[in-house]
């Protein structure tokens, strides 16, 4: 079913819409005329239903299963329709109809979507158990337990309150009533769109009570489970009710470009179908007019409408290869717009979708004409989505075997089985209906890949931490930071379409998620794990050094302090390594020999840079006649020179040992600090002095002097460091240049 050509996308007909969508060939093998549902309650009653015959009503819809599946078997359906129909004998919907008519309505939009037989069978029943004497034993003993299940779900959504007061723990029902097969969910939707088609005869406050759901949640999942010929036509259908006035609006100007004589669409069209013919590419060239939600968004954001802007062009060819043929075709040939150009056929959305998307601009009027690029089983799946898979008891292919926790499911995309997961997480009904809500609204998904070459989706604005817990779950807890790009990242920055990320996870099995985590969190599945976690251990996960007065508690260095490169100790945070009282800048015992130009001159080694061999080195000469020897690339000697400090010549004499001062940059985790000198022991470094500044966005810095007993053993100690999990970078201390 073609969800903006071939369906009726409105509550009332607009045949002008869909002119010039096909050849008129064309028109006439897909075309089929909307059924009148009326006709079809009277013939359930009034029509032949003799044995081995079947009912009028049912043909229509095996007409329509069978375009799909040649060779189905039809008796279970031929079956389920006489159970319906006796069932449902005598009952009238509130439009005056038979009340047959809605399950055949339902069925019959199934059957154009492709559904198999056991989803249509459970379709004719799925309200035979909620209204009739008919019991779920019954048909399970008659139908077999697939169609029980299916019927039994459907059933349970059917007793769903949509009031506003119980939609949290309503929807938490319906997943749960979805289970492990979504064929139950697509009943619902199919269901809701016959449901809305007949709205009409309610009242004003019920119709938009019941759109504002249907907008809200229904049509979101229909857009998740990848069903757009039932996600365009109900959009269309809410936006009738819920803006009437820009549905008139926008019905007129659908009539107005229809009544055009020329038309840039077919135009188009015909230059493409010329273009694939002369290049000997096999494709079908279709006009896809725009339903009228979409025209409605185009509008506000182009302002006026050009003949081009009522639709898109749909190419439709055999094979995944000649998707890249035909748009090589369309872009040598013409004009084409490079920034409209988008790949999900290499990188399919999460909803199943794949397809080309590219734009070529008309020489004659300079107007943008869009081009979808698809097979043909990529716009059943387009159309279907979920529904065009086929039945999930059947053993799915090869190459559809899952990978890391993805179900095997063929009909249950990735998005539905977190959503199940997120509400078997969620603490409480209003939890999980809060993140439900959020996430339903993001209608923009990038991809990110993993170093294995894997992509993740995730919603537009998501975060280093969302990545972590799409890819780890509540493994993630352990995350200490992110390279995104090649580059060190915090956990809170955010990720962009295409961005290749490696999340870096620490060793210790007590990691915890910190409490700020939470502001940087998009997803469901990262608040709801995050917030489990927090619940089950309150008073953790709160940073240390979350106050700022700490981080800038540090007393400023004096000018003194300056030009012989001393800085205070930075103040510590409560859970630091305690600091050790040894003055990094005096000289002890077997401080590296040092040879100064200056008689009876007094060596001091600066704290700043803490040289030691074989760095290059250079001397000034400060208060009561000692030499202070920094290395050369050290920031404080420019500030020597400048202030007209004459340096001293000093080089290093035969002693290998010294002191050093690092600078260690980590990621915050517990046991760090204990991990890391523990790995400075093992190299044989003393620690003279450590200090441990407060956090500051899950970063800490570290700085410690050590002594070595041998200088050139400094490489390996630095090495043994970065090693240390969540450790990012260590480095030679060295002061900042300043302008004192």
Not at 116 to 135: G, I, K, P, Y
Not at 172 to 192: E, F, H, P, Q, Y
Not at 333 to 340: D, G, I, K, L, Q
Not at 411 to 425: K, M
Request: proline content about 6%.
């Amino acid at each position: 079913m073609n969800a903006e050509a071939a369906k009726p996308a409105s509550p009332g007909p607009v045949t002008p819409a869909t002119a010039g969508a096909t050849t008129p060939t064309a028109a006439r093998r897909k075309a089929r005329p909307r059924l009148d549902l009326r006709r079809l309650g009277r013939a359930a009653l009034l029509g032949n239903t003799t044995r081995g015959r079947l009912p009028d009503a049912i043909g229509h819809v095996v007409e329509a299963h069978r375009a799909h599946h040649p060779d189905a078997a039809i008796d279970a359906l031929r079956r389920a329709y006489l159970l319906a129909e006796s069932s449902h004998r005598g009952q009238m919907r509130k439009s005056g109809e038979p009340y047959i008519t809605h399950p055949l309505a339902v069925t019959l939009i199934l059957a154009e979507l492709g559904a198999e037989t056991t989803t249509l069978t459970a379709s004719l029943l799925h309200d035979t158990v909620e209204d009739t004497d008919v019991t779920l034993d019954q048909v399970g003993k008659e139908f077999g337990e697939e169609v029980r299940y299916l019927v039994d779900g459907v059933t349970k959504l059917e007793k769903v309150d949509y009031g506003a007061a119980a939609e949290p723990e309503t929807f938490r029902k319906m997943l749960v009533a979805t289970g492990n097969d979504v064929r139950v969910m697509s009943i619902k939707l199919a269901d809701r769109l016959h449901n809305m088609r007949t709205l009409g005869v309610m009242r004003q406050e019920k119709q938009e009570r019941i759109a504002k759901v249907t907008r809200d949640v229904l049509i979101p999942l229909a857009e998740r489970l990848g069903v757009q010929a039932l996600k365009t036509e109900l959009e269309d259908l809410v936006f009738a009710v819920l803006h009437p006035e820009e549905y008139r609006h926008t019905k007129e100007r659908i009539a107005e470009n229809a009544a055009r004589e020329d038309d840039p669409l077919a135009r188009t069209a015909d230059e493409v179908r010329a273009v694939l013919r002369e290049a000997d590419i096999p494709a079908e060239v279709l006009i896809r007019p725009r339903h009228f939600v979409s025209l409605h968004r185009t509008a506000r954001k182009r302002g006026r409408l050009g003949g081009a802007d009522f639709g898109r062009l749909l190419v439709l060819v055999n094979e995944d290869a000649d998707c890249y043929a035909v748009l090589g075709e369309l872009h040598t040939c013409m004009t084409p717009v490079v920034s409209e150009f988008k790949d999900f056929i290499a990188v399919p959305k999460f909803n199943l979708y794949q397809s080309l998307h590219t734009a070529v601009a008309r020489e004659s009027d300079g107007q943008v004409v869009e081009v979808l690029i698809r097979t043909h089983q990529m716009h059943k799946v387009a159309e279907a989505g979920v529904v065009a898979l086929g039945n999930p008891y059947t053993a799915p292919p090869e190459e559809q075997a899952a990978g890391d926790g993805e179900r095997v499911d063929p009909t249950r995309p990735g998005w539905l089985s977190r959503l199940l997961d997120w509400q078997r997480a969620a603490p409480d009904p209003d939890t999980f209906w809060s993140t439900l809500r959020e996430d339903l609204a993001q209608d923009r998904e990038i991809t990110v890949f993993r170093p294995d070459g894997r992509s993740l989706g995730l919603p537009e604005g998501a975060t280093c931490v969302d990545a972590a817990y799409a890819q780890y779950g509540e493994d993630a807890h352990a995350c200490i930071g992110a390279r995104v790009n090649g580059r060190l990242a915090t956990l809170s920055t955010v990720l962009r379409d295409g961005d290749a990320v490696q999340l870096l996870m620490g060793q210790d099995p007590a990691s915890e998620p910190s409490r700020e985590w939470l502001e940087h969190a998009h997803t469901p599945a990262a608040r709801i794990a995050i917030q489990r976690w927090l619940t089950a251990h309150p008073g953790h996960g709160d940073d240390a050094g979350d106050d700022e007065a700490g981080r800038r508690g540090a007393d400023r260095p004096t000018e003194e302090d300056r030009a012989e490169g001393r800085e205070p100790a930075v103040r510590r945070s409560a859970d630091t390594l305690p600091e050790l009282t040894s003055d990094a800048a005096s000289d002890g015992p077997d401080a590296p020999a040092v040879l100064v130009d200056l008689p009876d001159a007094t060596v001091r080694l600066a704290g700043c840079c803490t040289p030691v061999p074989p760095d290059e080195v250079t001397g000034f000469a400060v208060r009561g006649g000692v030499v202070t020897v920094h290395r050369a690339e050290c920031a404080v000697v420019a500030r020597m020179k400048s202030g007209g400090r004459a340096e001293v010549g000093v080089r290093w004499g035969d002693t290998a040992g010294g002191r050093v001062t690092l600078l260690a940059e980590s990621f915050v985790r517990p046991h760090l600090l204990a991990d890391l000198t523990e790995a400075m022991a093992q190299e044989g470094a003393e620690i003279v002095s450590a200090t441990v500044e407060p956090p500051d966005r899950q970063r800490v810095r570290h700085t410690y002097t050590v002594r070595l007993p041998d200088a050139a053993h400094l490489p390996a100690l630095m090495r043994a460091m970065r090693n240390v999990a969540g450790v990012y970078d260590v480095s030679r201390a060295q002061p900042q240049a300043t302008g004192g």
